[in-house]
């Protein structure tokens, strides 16, 4: 069975700081995908970015960056120069590649102030 | 783009009634569309998985009879809850695999359901 860790429950922060968001996770596939949504208040998932497994290359979109780590089962995100527009709660996600499912981490939620 | 339309966002109805969510792919044909539940300040739990012309898939501990899912077009995805009562209040979230596009799925903005 896959397991997806999100230790951190809540972080807070003051605009313009980085926040980072760690994700570890569990699988005895190979073969598999990683994923970060952010759920806005409004409730809606947004779809921020998926890794393969064979894919260890970091990614770095805008602010957003992710650091994939497979000797760890790591891969985490950081918002660099937080905005008050990135509160929301982050959940990180597995599914694998013979299995659309996800598995979804407990979410983090995240608080930009002012 | 890969928009998903969920519709009520926002329900509210007496216990015993029975009341359906719309989940549409308004860009893209999906085969494939999720049923989700989550109460608050939790994570999602998948209920069903639902496919284009066959029955959905449901997960332990879901009852089937309760949940009503219907994906009798590419595009649209119905879940039913029948016989509502007050513990079925809660937010229910739809997403939707594009076809052609392995493993991502697409979410729509999810329905507050309210049973009295």
């Given at each position: 069975?896959?397991?997806v860790?999100q230790?951190q429950?809540?972080?807070?922060?003051?605009?313009?700081?980085?926040?980072?968001l760690?994700?570890?996770?569990?699988?005895r596939?190979?073969t598999?995908?990683?994923?970060?949504y952010?759920?806005?208040?409004?409730?809606?998932l947004v779809f921020l970015?998926?890794?393969?497994?064979?894919?260890?290359?970091?990614?770095?979109?805008?602010?957003?960056?992710w650091?994939f780590?497979?000797s760890t089962s790591s891969?985490?995100f950081?918002?660099?120069?937080?905005?008050v527009?990135?509160?929301?709660?982050?959940?990180?996600?597995?599914?694998?590649?013979?299995?659309?499912?996800l598995?979804?981490g407990?979410g983090?939620?995240?608080?930009?102030?002012a | 783009?890969?928009?998903?339309?969920?519709?009520?966002?926002?329900?509210?109805c007496k216990?015993?009634?029975?009341?359906?969510?719309?989940?549409?792919?308004l860009d893209?044909q999906?085969t494939?569309?999720f049923?989700y539940?989550q109460?608050?300040?939790?994570?999602?739990?998948l209920?069903?998985?639902?496919?284009?012309?066959?029955k959905?898939?449901?997960e332990?501990?879901?009852?089937?009879?309760?949940?009503?899912?219907?994906h009798?077009?590419?595009?649209?995805?119905t879940?039913?809850v029948?016989?509502a009562?007050?513990e079925?209040?809660?937010?229910y979230?739809?997403?939707?695999l594009?076809d052609?596009?392995?493993?991502?799925?697409?979410?729509?903005?999810?329905?507050r359901?309210?049973v009295?």
């Amino acid at each position: 069975a896959q397991k997806v860790t999100q230790a951190q429950t809540e972080i807070s922060v003051v605009e313009k700081e980085d926040v980072t968001l760690d994700c570890v996770y569990e699988t005895r596939d190979t073969t598999y995908y990683l994923f970060w949504y952010k759920q806005p208040p409004s409730g809606e998932l947004v779809f921020l970015i998926r890794r393969n497994s064979f894919d260890e290359q970091n990614e770095i979109s805008g602010r957003y960056s992710w650091n994939f780590q497979k000797s760890t089962s790591s891969f985490n995100f950081t918002i660099t120069a937080s905005q008050v527009v990135d509160s929301a709660v982050y959940f990180c996600a597995l599914s694998l590649a013979n299995d659309y499912k996800l598995s979804f981490g407990a979410g983090t939620t995240v608080t930009v102030r002012a | 783009g890969a928009v998903v339309s969920q519709h009520p966002s926002r329900v509210i109805c007496k216990s015993g009634t029975s009341v359906k969510i719309e989940c549409r792919s308004l860009d893209f044909q999906a085969t494939t569309m999720f049923w989700y539940r989550q109460f608050p300040k939790q994570s999602l739990m998948l209920m069903a998985t639902s496919n284009e012309g066959s029955k959905a898939t449901y997960e332990q501990g879901v009852e089937k009879d309760k949940f009503l899912i219907n994906h009798a077009s590419l595009t649209l995805s119905t879940l039913t809850v029948t016989s509502a009562h007050p513990e079925d209040s809660s937010f229910y979230i739809c997403s939707a695999l594009k076809d052609g596009e392995k493993n991502i799925q697409y979410f729509g903005a999810g329905t507050r359901l309210s049973v009295l």
